[in-house]
């Protein structure tokens, strides 16, 4: 009996040297951020029959097995699911092998540059579309002139610096980052939307001011000029587009901002709103202030006078899908991995 007693505490001896053998082993694993010798050890402390490791041992295994489908992904370039399934086994065990996954992607130089130029361009599209609507709620004549020079140049270059982010991206459509340039292009198609929608108005509201007056002097300066030389109906015609200059003041200041600023930001945009501008401002003040009256007057006031239609735009929300909305928290969250 006694020797029974004394093989028994021999063998729950060995039993709890293994086990803390074992636990040391873990721990030392653990400092190592090795979430497979991690594994290795929680399970076999499981086997011996410490049930209380049951759980961290699934959980280093979960982990393994996601780190496992991040490489696989990754290997297929899909980048948004193998970054996030790497982000998900980091949180589960924080172990060397899902970091050199999440560093490999954060290092990709074309990505970090499409990641800052998506949240610049979430954070700054929903306070510029409202902001565009609270102009677009007043009559143009009413807008602050300098807000509106602000507003413009923000929205301008929101456009302008996210494009060339896209541009400089050279992915194949079927790789999950495309899916990343399409949510920048829906919201910049949105934000020309609105910058479109308000130069229209602009147009529309100046001409619905002015059109009628510009209309009415070209007539009689046409009538006049095939009865008159041009000094003589210079003369005539003084009075009718002195009075369409005082009433234009306000507009042509309007438009002259405007002109300013897109000449500015975007050139091409810019080109094309100043030639509006000068078409607009040669027929309101006409022969007598500018000597290529007589030869763009009818150009000019048609130019003026033909405004697209002002569409009422309802901007929706964009959704993200669950999937990148994941990827661009945990890409902002982990960047210190960089």
Not at 219 to 231: P, R, S, T, V
Request: overall charge neutral.
């Amino acid at each position: 009996m006694r020797k029974s007693l004394i093989f028994l505490s021999v063998c729950l001896l060995a039993a709890c040297s293994k086990e803390s053998k074992l636990e040391e082993s873990y721990y030392q694993a653990e400092v190592q951020r090795d979430h497979q010798s991690q594994y290795q050890f929680a399970q076999q402390l499981v086997e011996l029959g410490e049930t209380s490791w049951q759980q961290r041992a699934q959980q280093h295994k979960t982990a393994i097995d996601k780190v496992t489908q991040s490489r696989a992904h990754l290997t297929q370039q899909d980048l948004i699911t193998a970054f996030n399934l790497a982000s998900e086994a980091k949180q589960l065990d924080n172990s060397m092998a899902a970091d050199t996954v999440l560093k490999q992607i954060l290092s990709d130089d074309a990505l970090q540059k499409l990641v800052k130029s998506t949240h610049t361009l979430l954070d700054k599209h929903s306070a510029l579309v409202s902001q565009g609507q609270k102009l677009l709620s007043k009559a143009p004549i009413e807008w602050n002139i300098i807000e509106l020079n602000e507003f413009l140049f923000q929205l301008n270059s929101l456009i302008q610096n996210s494009e060339k982010t896209i541009a400089l991206t050279s992915l194949q459509k079927n790789n999950q980052v495309f899916h990343l340039i399409t949510l920048n292009t829906q919201h910049i198609e949105q934000l020309k939307l609105l910058q479109k929608q308000l130069l229209n108005t602009v147009k529309k509201a100046t001409c619905d001011a002015l059109c009628a007056g510009l209309k009415a002097n070209l007539k009689d300066a046409q009538k006049n000029i095939k009865l008159f030389d041009e000094a003589a109906v210079e003369n005539m015609m003084a009075f009718p587009f002195e009075q369409q200059l005082k009433k234009s003041r306000e507009w042509l200041e309007l438009n002259n901002n405007i002109r300013i600023t897109l000449e500015e930001v975007d050139a091409v945009l810019g080109a094309h709103y100043r030639a509006y501008y000068q078409s607009l401002l040669r027929a309101v003040r006409g022969p007598k202030y500018d000597q290529q009256y007589w030869q763009f007057a009818e150009k000019d006031v048609t130019r003026v006078s033909k405004t697209e239609q002002v569409e009422d735009v309802k901007f929706i929300p964009i959704a993200l899908s669950p999937n990148l909305k994941t990827f661009l928290e945990n890409y902002e969250q982990l960047a210190f991995l960089r």
